[in-house]
């Protein structure tokens, strides 16, 4: 177990330094296995019982993990719900639901990649822009997200802050382009390590791989590769029609195959 004393010197009250570095510890995903019991705290931080209990405590007051008698402290899952089947925008999906969306920006830039102009329908060498975002609901990293524009579309979009704002807002407002038509598909999967390191999960926690291709009125728009974790995320579907004979389909239904999964154009 590696000791982590706090400053006794410091201006900062004890259980204040403690606290602090356990929220660091939870955006990086230390605790994926479990979070220290309060004698573990004590042993780590060098401090009293008492010092560990108060920093818990502001964690459960935060949301951040749970406590129950007999049982100890956790983590404290996320719960995120999207409905499928029409175009939406995560931030606004998430922000709806009542929690706070917010990215770290990885990387952004231009940049040329044959596969992904070959998904975008372009040239091979078409510059193109990629974002790549760390998305977090209310502190909590719950996807991995990376999105490809043609370079001509994007490039009012290059002095954006992507911290708290949507992709295709900043669209709509710098260039006046919006998604007209696409599809998008979902499958499960594993994590990679560099995305286990992002999301604080592990090596066999599931994930979710979303693929969304779009076009706007005047070509591609879009090719958007975004994994989000499986304890985190809930995709639900509605319905309505008449017998079960009628011949509806389902608005928004997942269509599974042997093989490849079909394609859904909105």
């Known amino acids: 177990m590696t000791r982590r004393p706090v400053r006794r010197a410091g201006r900062a009250p004890l259980w204040e330094q403690v606290l602090s570095d356990l929220r660091a510890r939870l955006d990086r995903g230390e ?21 560990a209990r108060e ?5 459960q007051r935060e949301g951040a993990i749970s406590r129950q008698r007999g049982r100890g402290s956790w983590v404290r899952p996320l719960s995120l719900e999207q409905a499928v089947g029409p175009l ?4 606004r999906s998430i922000e709806a639901q009542g929690h706070e969306q917010r990215s770290d920006v990885l990387g952004a830039g231009v940049v040329r990649d044959a596969r992904v102009a070959a998904r975008l329908g372009l040239r091979g060498d078409a510059a193109l ?27 009012p979009l290059r002095d954006v802050d992507f911290t708290h704002t949507a992709v295709y807002a900043e669209l709509e407002r710098l260039a006046g382009v919006r998604p007209m038509r696409g599809w998008e598909r979902i499958r499960p999967g594993l994590p990679t390590p560099e ?5 604080g999960v ?50 928004g239904a ?13």
């Not at 605790?31 to 010092?51: I, K, M, N």
């Not at 920093?55 to 964690?59: C, N, T």
């Not at 822009?129 to 370079?151: C, K, M, N, Q, S």
């Not at 995305?195 to 999301?199: F, G, N, T």
Request: charged share 30%.
């Open 31 to 51: 605790f994926a296995e479990g979070f220290p019991s309060d004698r573990e705290l004590t042993t780590t931080y060098r401090v009293s019982r008492h010092t």
């Open 55 to 59: 920093a818990v405590r502001h964690l």
């Open 88 to 91: 939406y925008s995560l931030f």
């Open 129 to 155: 822009w990629h974002l790549r975002r760390l998305r977090r609901a209310d502190g909590t990293p719950f996807a991995v997200d990376d999105i490809w524009l043609p370079e001509r579309v994007a490039r």
């Open 195 to 199: 995305q286990r390191r992002l999301l």
């Open 202 to 251: 592990g090596a066999r926690a599931p994930v979710f791989v979303i693929q969304r291709s779009t076009e706007h009125a005047r070509g591609p728009l879009e090719w958007r590769v975004t994994v989000v974790r499986g304890d985190a995320w809930t995709f639900t579907a509605t319905w309505s029609g008449g017998s079960a004979d009628s011949g509806f389909a389902p608005e």
């Open 254 to 266: 997942v269509r599974a195959s042997r093989g490849r999964p079909a394609r859904r154009r909105p």
